[in-house]
C-alpha cells in the first residue's frame, strides 16, 4: 500500500491547514495574530510576512518605525515599521516571537478587489514557512507545518 502525502506528514508531526485558491491564483489562509483572526495571502516569494498599517490596532501591534523599504507587487521604496514578538497561530501550529513588517497593502487590496477577490490583511511569508518547515501541497490545497 503507497502512504499519501497527508498521512506521512501526519505522521511525522505536521498539523494540515486548508488553503483557498483565490480568482487571482494566490492561496488565501486564515491565521491569528495576538488573539485575532484574519485572512492572509500564502506568499513563498514574499522574504518577510507581512501586515498592513490598518490593521495595527486590529491586531494589537506594537509599531516602531524601520528603515527597511519595502518592494513587491507592483511597487517599490515602501515605507514601513516593524513588530516584534508577536503570537502567530496557524491551524494548530503557534509560534510567540514572529516579526511582521507592516506597510501599505493598499496596493495589494485594490489589485484583489479588482478582480473580484476580497481584500487580506497582508501576508504569509517565507521567514514563517521556514520556521514551520512548511510544506506546500498544490494538488490537495494543504499546507502542512510542523508542530
Known amino acids: 500500500m ?8 501526519l505522521n511525522k508531526g505536521y498539523a494540515k491547514v486548508k488553503l483557498h485558491l483565490t480568482k487571482t491564483n494566490h492561496f488565501e489562509i486564515k491565521a491569528t ?3 485575532k483572526k484574519g485572512v492572509f495571502i500564502l506568499d513563498t516569494g514574499a522574504s518577510s510576512s507581512c501586515v498592513g498599517f490598518e490593521a495595527i490596532e486590529i491586531f494589537k501591534l506594537n509599531a516602531k518605525d524601520s528603515l527597511v523599504k519595502a518592494a513587491g507587487a507592483g511597487a517599490t521604496d515602501m515605507e514601513t515599521k516593524m513588530s516584534k514578538k508577536n503570537k502567530i497561530k496557524i491551524g494548530k501550529w503557534s509560534h510567540n516571537k514572529i516579526v511582521l513588517i507592516l506597510f501599505d497593502l493598499t496596493h495589494v487590496n485594490t489589485a484583489l478587489i479588482n ?3 476580497r481584500p487580506v ?9 521556514k520556521k514551520a518547515k512548511g510544506i506546500i501541497d498544490y494538488e490537495k490545497k494543504y499546507l502542512y507545518l510542523k508542530l
Open 115 to 117: 478582480h473580484n477577490s
Open 2 to 9: 503507497t502512504e499519501t502525502l497527508q498521512s506521512f506528514l
Open 33 to 35: 495574530i495576538n488573539g
Open 121 to 129: 490583511d497582508g501576508i504569509i511569508g517565507a521567514d514563517i514557512l
